[in-house]
């Protein structure tokens, strides 16, 4: 064999190799990579996908404690990150700058969420668990109780001396303090920004006279917190839902169909116990959202 005949062997066979090469990389799936909010729903509800995503054989990769909604939601856009939880009410006031309903219907927050997400930024819900995680205002059960608070509006002649503590966001989104102030004509003396565990923990040792407490937060019975009523419906609802690009949606139609498996999956009272494992029983994220998945019979193992 000559010279001419052994370079074109050598090189049918180069081509041979490298074509199956890139049919093994084609057909390969991708790593999924889940973000996370800055507390311990947000971690819980990642690693769920993330179980779910390696039992339909992908690969996951969890970032706990990414950011708070801007930057998940810029990671998203950018493919930095593959999807995370977001919340109805946050999505439609923050991302979408939508005004405030008269009144709050949490099937049209939603409706127009997934419509804005989706016509703005080439967004898609993928998954609805089922439950909502409220912002409210948290006192102090024995003060409450001394001074007859049941309600925001009840705090209208104390709020002047007293210092709310909140996670990073709540003090200055419009949906937050400066919701309250318009609509109750209330404004507190102060406020400290802090992520959830030193905000709880914060109002726990006395620090702060009310917190922006979360409605699946245990920590509102575990240090016998009064969640105030919405009397005045300042506040949107704020329904959980998985969001993720429409493109990397369409690449990956499985990963949407292991995602949709919790689809209504978790209601209130359960989250709150997911979280209270969290809070209380100082469990794992993952090892939370593993033994709920079995539970539910999403999983074996």
């Not at 990073?168 to 209330?186: M, N, Q």
Request: with cysteine; net charge negative; proline share 3%.
């Amino acid at each position: 064999m000559n010279k001419i005949s052994i370079l074109m062997v050598i090189l049918i066979v180069f081509a041979l190799v490298t074509s199956g090469c890139s049919e093994r990389t084609t057909d390969e799936k991708p790593t999924v990579v889940i973000g996370s909010k800055l507390f311990q729903e947000s971690y819980i509800l990642a690693h769920m996908a993330a179980i779910l995503l390696e039992d339909a054989g992908y690969k996951a990769d969890v970032i706990e404690g990414l950011g708070g909604t801007f930057v998940n939601y810029e990671a998203l856009k950018k493919g930095e990150i593959n999807t995370y939880v977001e919340y109805t009410g946050t999505a439609y006031s923050q991302i979408l700058k939508e005004p405030a309903l008269e009144i709050w219907d949490p099937e049209v927050v939603y409706a127009r969420t997934e419509k804005g997400l989706k016509e703005t930024d080439n967004i898609v819900v993928v998954s609805s668990p089922g439950f909502e995680d409220a912002y409210a205002i948290a006192v102090k059960m024995d003060w409450a109780e001394a001074n007859h608070i049941t309600k925001i509006s009840d705090l209208k002649e104390y709020a002047s001396q007293m210092t709310i503590g909140t996670d990073p966001e709540f003090a200055t989104r419009e949906d937050g303090l400066p919701r309250i102030k318009d609509v109750y004509a209330i404004e507190f003396k102060d406020y400290k920004q802090a992520v959830a565990t030193i905000m709880y923990e914060a109002i726990r040792i006395g620090d702060v006279d009310a917190i922006s407490a979360y409605t699946t937060d245990t920590r509102n019975e575990v240090f016998n917190l009064r969640v105030l009523e919405d009397d005045m419906n300042a506040l949107p609802p704020y329904d959980a839902i998985y969001i993720m690009t429409e493109e990397f949606a369409s690449n990956n139609p499985d990963v949407v169909e292991a995602l949709k498996k919790l689809d209504g999956k978790i209601d209130t009272d359960s989250m709150r116990s997911l979280n209270y494992k969290f809070d209380v029983d100082k469990m794992e994220p993952r090892d939370i959202a593993r033994e709920f998945l079995i539970q539910e019979g999403l999983i074996k193992t």
